[in-house]
């Protein structure tokens, strides 16, 4: 079972994070930071992928050797790190941003159960 903080917005939607690594951030850095609504976060990572990518093809083009292209690499695997293990916190404080509220931690198998479990003590008679 996995802990996750829930977040209730007064609308009444409710979402919960992953407490820890986050793989989809890690692997899908702009991808996932898109999918979570945070678009800034989202944009500046694809700008900067495709800044990458034109540095690649031109440092390719211009016969610069693979192993001297190895900081630029290795500079990308750690922007994945960061995203992984900062991700969901990222995560947290975008959606207090957007005005959800902390509501406390569950232990689930996953965000749906979390916040089924969360609804159902949330609304259960005398708590």
């Known amino acids: 079972m996995t802990q996750f903080k829930v977040f209730t917005h007064p609308r009444g939607a409710s979402e919960a994070v992953k407490q820890g690594w986050s793989w989809p951030a890690f692997f899908f850095t702009w991808i996932w ?20 990518g034109l540095l690649l ?10 192993h001297e292209l ?9 922007v994945q790190l960061v995203f992984g293990k900062y991700g969901n916190r990222w995560r947290e ?15 689930a198998d996953n965000s749906e159960m979390a916040v089924s479990a969360y609804l159902k003590t949330a609304r259960a008679p005398g708590v």
Do not use: E, H, T
Not at 70 to 78: E, M
């Open 70 to 78: 190895l900081s630029v690499r290795l500079l990308s695997l750690g």
């Open 57 to 66: 093809g031109w440092a390719q083009a211009s016969g610069v050797p693979d």
């Open 33 to 52: 930071a898109l999918c979570k609504r945070q678009y800034l976060l989202g944009g500046l990572m694809f700008g900067g992928l495709v800044g990458v």
């Open 93 to 107: 404080k975008n959606l207090i941003a957007r005005g959800y509220d902390d509501a406390g931690f569950v232990g």
